[in-house]
C-alpha cells in the first residue's frame, strides 16, 4: 500500500486570507478580556489582557514562514506579497480610513513598526546564519503504510518576506506624512512617533 491521502497539502489560499483578517479582528474586539467583575479583583499592575494581546500580535508576525512556505507548495497560492498587503490593511485601518486610534491600533501599529525592523535590518547584509526555520507542530508525514512527524522545513532560501516588510515600509512611510496632518488632534503624536521609526529605518538602508 501507498499509505492515505497526500503527504502534504497547503491550507487553501481563501482560508489563509480570512484567518489574517480574523486575528487582527480578534485583537480589536477584545474588550472582554477586561471585564470589570474580574479586572477589579486583581492587584495593581498591567492587565493581563495587553500582555495576552501583545503575545499574540507578535506570534502572529512570527509566523511568516509559514506562509512563505505553503505559498511554494500550493496550486493556488496565497503569496507573500499578498499577505503583507492584508496585514498592513488591518494594522493601519485607523489611518488609512481616517478613523480615530484606539489602544489596541496603537499596540499593533507598534509591533508591526518592531517586527518590520526587525525583518529589514539585514538587507543588503551578510544574511549566514539568519536560517528560517519552518517546524508545522502536530502535522504529521504521510510515509508508506505509516505517519511520522514532520520535519523542520528551512525556509531561508525562499523567504523574501524582508523585502516585502521594506516595500511596505515605504508605503507606510508615504501614508503617515499624510496623517500626521490629516488625523484626530489625539493621534497625531502617535502618527508622529511611527513616521519617525519609518524614516530612521529607511534612512539605515
Given at each position: 500500500d501507498g499509505g492515505v491521502?497526500?503527504?502534504?497539502?497547503?491550507?487553501?489560499?481563501?482560508l489563509q486570507k480570512r484567518a489574517v483578517s480574523w486575528v487582527l479582528r480578534q485583537l480589536q474586539e477584545s474588550a472582554w478580556l477586561d471585564n470589570p467583575e474580574l479586572v477589579d479583583k486583581f492587584g495593581l499592575g498591567l492587565p493581563n489582557s495587553w500582555r495576552i494581546r501583545n503575545s499574540l500580535i507578535n506570534s502572529y508576525f512570527g509566523r511568516m514562514s509559514y506562509v512563505t512556505l505553503s505559498s511554494h507548495v500550493a496550486d493556488v497560492p496565497y503569496t507573500m506579497d499578498e499577505c503583507m498587503r492584508d496585514v498592513y490593511a488591518g494594522v493601519?485601518?485607523?489611518?488609512?480610513?481616517?478613523?480615530?486610534?484606539?489602544?489596541?491600533?496603537?499596540?499593533?501599529?507598534?509591533?508591526?513598526?518592531?517586527?518590520?525592523?526587525?525583518?529589514?535590518?539585514?538587507?543588503?547584509?551578510?544574511?549566514?546564519?539568519?536560517t528560517k526555520d519552518v517546524v508545522p507542530e502536530h502535522i504529521l508525514l504521510n510515509a508508506g503504510k505509516s505517519f511520522e512527524l514532520q520535519q523542520a522545513v528551512a525556509t531561508d532560501m525562499i523567504d523574501e518576506r524582508d523585502v516585502y516588510f521594506y516595500k511596505m515600509l515605504r508605503e507606510c512611510k508615504s501614508m503617515l506624512e499624510k496623517a500626521v496632518v490629516s488625523a484626530p488632534e489625539d493621534d497625531r503624536a502617535h502618527y508622529r512617533a511611527m513616521l519617525l521609526m519609518?524614516?530612521?529605518?529607511?534612512?539605515?538602508k
Open positions: 491521502g497526500k503527504a502534504y497539502e497547503a491550507v487553501p489560499r481563501d493601519w485601518e485607523s489611518a488609512l480610513r481616517g478613523r480615530p486610534l484606539n489602544r489596541v491600533d496603537k499596540l499593533i501599529q507598534r509591533a508591526w513598526m518592531t517586527n518590520t525592523k526587525r525583518e529589514i535590518v539585514d538587507i543588503g547584509g551578510n544574511r549566514i546564519g539568519l519609518a524614516t530612521k529605518m529607511l534612512k539605515n
